[in-house]
């Protein structure tokens, strides 16, 4: 058996890549309801409305608004959280949605990453209740799940997972102006660290070998390659820890 009811409030970037994955999976879309201010239709078959249904509350409820909004939608959904809610929200902790939605049977803090959309993201948990099989089924076809117990960690994990494609594609694009300063074609440049970038990564996935020793391999003893990352090792560690030390203090912020 699987969810024959379910709603996403809000359906923007993320919520959307999530769904996306899911009818790609097979999720029929008569068993789902958007709800978004602008009734923006979401997938055919998909039920779009702008204003929370008057109806018995779906077994899965995913708050995919932004976290500062959270305040404004929780009070009319009591009556459609009585059964799992799924909240995606950055840096809101499960006490503070237990307090928004008091009569859900569990709660479920998720944070996934926009490559959900190919069921090649990434997805921690921390929830108030083992979670059940129906919606580890839904979360295993997004991609990696990872559960994080200590929730105190959930902001650091926000910064890594759910933001770090963002900081993966600047690299993409340093890569491609970098290129484009030493003359190649700006387009051509952006095309080969693109495909650089994800050849590498699909090699570093299949192979089993740490990312540190596969750049092992690829800088030949006295040859260019270790010229380049004697510069990138004199800072990116450094940079990258401020990177998601800053991200991290945002997300504990939006928390509250
Ligand atoms: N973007 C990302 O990569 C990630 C985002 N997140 C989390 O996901 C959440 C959403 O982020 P993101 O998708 O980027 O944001 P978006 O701005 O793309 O989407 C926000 C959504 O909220 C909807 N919305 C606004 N007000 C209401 C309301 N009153 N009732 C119902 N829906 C409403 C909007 O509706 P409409 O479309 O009609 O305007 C929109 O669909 C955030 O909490 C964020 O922390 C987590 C991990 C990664
Ligand atoms: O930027 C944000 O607030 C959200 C959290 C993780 C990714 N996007």
């Given at each position: 058996?699987?969810?024959?009811r379910?709603?996403?409030?809000?359906c923007?970037?993320?919520?959307s890549?999530?769904l996306r994955?899911?009818?790609d999976?097979?999720?029929?879309?008569?068993?789902?309801?958007?709800?978004?201010?602008?009734g923006?239709?979401?997938a055919?078959?998909?039920?779009?409305?702008?204003?929370v249904?008057?109806?018995?509350?779906?077994e899965?409820l995913?708050?995919?608004v932004?976290?500062?909004?959270?305040?404004d939608?929780?009070?009319?959904?009591q009556?459609a959280?009585?059964?799992?809610?799924?909240s995606?929200?950055?840096?809101?902790k499960?006490?503070?949605?237990?307090?928004?939605?008091?009569?859900?049977?569990?709660?479920?803090?998720?944070?996934?990453?926009?490559?959900?959309?190919?069921?090649?993201?990434?997805?921690?948990t921390?929830?108030?209740?083992?979670?059940?099989?129906?919606?580890?089924?839904?979360?295993d076809q997004?991609?990696?799940?990872?559960?994080?117990?200590?929730?105190?960690?959930?902001?650091?994990?926000?910064?890594?997972?759910?933001?770090?494609?963002?900081?993966?594609?600047?690299?993409?694009?340093?890569?491609a102006?970098?290129?484009?300063?030493?003359?190649?074609d700006?387009?051509?440049?952006s095309?080969?660290?693109l495909?650089?970038?994800?050849?590498?990564?699909?090699?570093?996935?299949?192979?089993?070998?740490?990312?540190g020793?596969?750049?092992?391999?690829?800088?030949?003893?006295?040859?260019?390659?270790?010229?380049?990352?004697?510069?990138?090792?004199t800072?990116?560690?450094?940079l990258?820890?401020?990177?998601?030390?800053?991200?991290t203090?945002?997300?504990?912020e939006?928390?509250?």
């Amino acid at each position: 058996m699987s969810f024959r009811r379910i709603w996403l409030i809000g359906c923007g970037n993320m919520a959307s890549a999530m769904l996306r994955r899911w009818l790609d999976c097979g999720l029929d879309p008569a068993h789902v309801t958007v709800v978004r201010p602008s009734g923006a239709p979401v997938a055919p078959g998909v039920r779009v409305v702008r204003d929370v249904p008057d109806e018995p509350a779906p077994e899965l409820l995913l708050i995919g608004v932004k976290p500062q909004m959270l305040g404004d939608v929780a009070p009319g959904l009591q009556a459609a959280s009585t059964g799992i809610v799924l909240s995606i929200l950055a840096g809101t902790k499960l006490t503070s949605l237990r307090a928004h939605f008091p009569e859900a049977g569990s709660i479920v803090r998720a944070m996934p990453n926009l490559p959900v959309a190919l069921g090649k993201g990434v997805v921690a948990t921390v929830s108030d209740a083992p979670i059940a099989p129906d919606l580890a089924r839904l979360l295993d076809q997004l991609g990696l799940v990872e559960h994080v117990p200590d929730e105190t960690l959930f902001d650091a994990v926000t910064a890594l997972a759910g933001s770090g494609p963002a900081f993966a594609y600047r690299f993409v694009d340093a890569l491609a102006k970098g290129g484009a300063a030493l003359g190649l074609d700006p387009a051509q440049a952006s095309r080969l660290a693109l495909a650089t970038v994800g050849g590498a990564l699909a090699l570093a996935r299949g192979d089993g070998t740490p990312p540190g020793e596969l750049a092992e391999r690829v800088a030949s003893k006295g040859g260019s390659t270790r010229e380049g990352l004697n510069v990138l090792d004199t800072g990116l560690d450094d940079l990258v820890a401020e990177c998601l030390a800053a991200a991290t203090r945002r997300n504990a912020e939006l928390g509250g």
